[in-house]
Structures are given as structure tokens and as C-alpha cells.
């Protein structure tokens, strides 16, 4: 089992430049959730999926972020234009169902620098 | 709102010492607490949750709801154990997981 994919693992751009991440979740598991986590920080919640259905984007800044999950399966996280406060890691996780006890699986991260 | 504090960004203990990382919570219902551990070079990972009642690793943690706290514990601390922990919150309908800013734990021989 390979675990939740993320790509790129590391990203360096121009600022006003726009970048993608892509992950593929666990087989099987419905839940897709991206976060942003800043140096020294931990994970914070940018959006979460159920199936193909964003659920929960409340902490997703739409003016610059966008987000899909078509077909239900991978997704793929976009930011444009990017500025320098975007420098971060962009986790992608993943859970088979939704509930409060669900465990959380991680992908390894895309660790973003915005020059 | 939902809230974790851990109040330590650096935890050094040497091989053999008990060891506890702290945690303190903010939430107005009845949350599931986590403890995620991320090890050098490895991808975050679930080490334990409060409902499971569970030891791993040795590791154990107790929810006080009183103190609203989800201390996590371990009598004897091991080299292996050296990461960087974090504390979790999920409550509510939309299941946020929200996280503490985490603990470094380096654990000396």
C-alpha cells in the first residue's frame, strides 16, 4: 500500500506565478482533506471532500485557492497567483468515511517557497 | 471554537526518563482527542486516540475533562522516540481536526 501520493514533493516559484499540488488518496477512502501547515505551525484545514463534494471550504481563501476532486477520486489544489505568505507545506490526507473518529492518513506533503 | 495549546515547543529528556507532553483543549462539547507524531524524514501519522483507550509505543494519554487536558505519557523514554508531536481536536458536525502547534520531543542517550 503506497499510502496517500502527493506531487510534487517540493515547489519553488515566482511570486504573482500560479502552482498546482496533486494527491491520490488511499484507494477506497471518500474523505480527502487538504491543509496548510506554516513553519512552526500545525496542520491547518483548507478543505475537505466527500466524494467529489466540497464539504467543508470555509478556511479555503477563494480568492486566490481553488480546489477539485473530480471523478471522487484524486484532486488537485491550485493557487493563483501565488504571493509570499503562501510559503508553506500542503498536506493531503485522507480517511475512508467521515466522523469524528475517522483516522486521518497523511500524504508526505509538497513544501511550497515562494520567491 | 475549537482550540488545542501545547504550551512546550521543545521537550528534551534523556533515555530511560518519564516524559509527558502536554496538552490543553478548548471546546464547548465532547471532543475525540488524538495525539499525530511526525518522525524525521516521515510523513504524519496517528499515534493514539483517547476513545481507543490504548497503549503504543508505550505511549498512553488520559482525557481530563475537568482540566480539559490530553496529556500524553510514557514512563520509560527511548532514543526512537525523539519527533515532533502534535495534539489534535475533532469535534462538531463538520469534523474539523484542528491541531496544536506541536512539541519536539529529542530524546538524549
Known amino acids: 500500500e503506497a499510502g496517500v501520493v502527493q506531487s510534487p514533493r517540493y515547489k519553488i516559484i515566482e511570486k504573482k506565478q500560479p502552482v498546482a499540488f496533486w494527491c491520490n488518496p488511499i484507494s477506497g477512502h471518500n474523505t480527502l482533506y487538504w491543509y496548510r501547515q506554516n513553519l512552526g505551525q500545525g496542520p491547518e484545514l483548507l478543505i475537505r471532500y466527500e466524494n467529489e463534494e466540497a464539504v467543508d471550504d470555509s478556511q479555503l481563501p477563494k480568492d486566490r485557492f481553488s480546489a477539485e476532486r473530480l471523478k471522487g477520486v484524486d484532486s488537485t489544489l491550485k493557487i493563483q497567483p501565488a504571493e509570499l505568505g503562501d510559503s508553506a507545506v500542503y498536506l493531503c490526507?485522507?480517511?475512508?468515511?467521515?466522523?469524528?473518529?475517522?483516522?486521518?492518513?497523511f500524504g508526505p506533503g509538497t513544501r511550497l517557497l515562494v520567491l | 471554537a475549537q482550540r488545542v495549546t501545547q504550551p512546550e515547543k521543545l521537550l528534551s529528556v534523556f533515555k530511560g526518563a518519564p516524559v509527558e507532553l502536554k496538552c490543553n483543549y478548548s471546546y464547548s462539547g465532547s471532543p475525540e482527542l488524538f495525539w499525530y507524531v511526525q518522525y524525521s524524514r516521515q510523513r504524519l501519522q496517528l499515534l493514539l486516540r483517547?476513545?481507543s483507550r490504548e497503549s503504543i509505543k508505550g505511549f498512553t494519554a488520559d482525557l481530563n475533562k475537568g482540566e480539559t487536558s490530553f496529556h500524553l505519557k510514557k514512563p520509560f523514554a527511548q532514543e526512537e522516540d525523539s519527533a515532533m508531536y502534535y495534539c489534535a481536536l475533532s469535534g462538531g458536525s463538520n469534523y474539523k481536526l484542528t491541531f496544536g502547534k506541536g512539541t519536539l520531543l529529542t530524546v538524549n542517550p
Open positions: 490526507a485522507s480517511s475512508l468515511g467521515q466522523g469524528l473518529r475517522e483516522t486521518q492518513y
Open positions: 483517547h476513545i
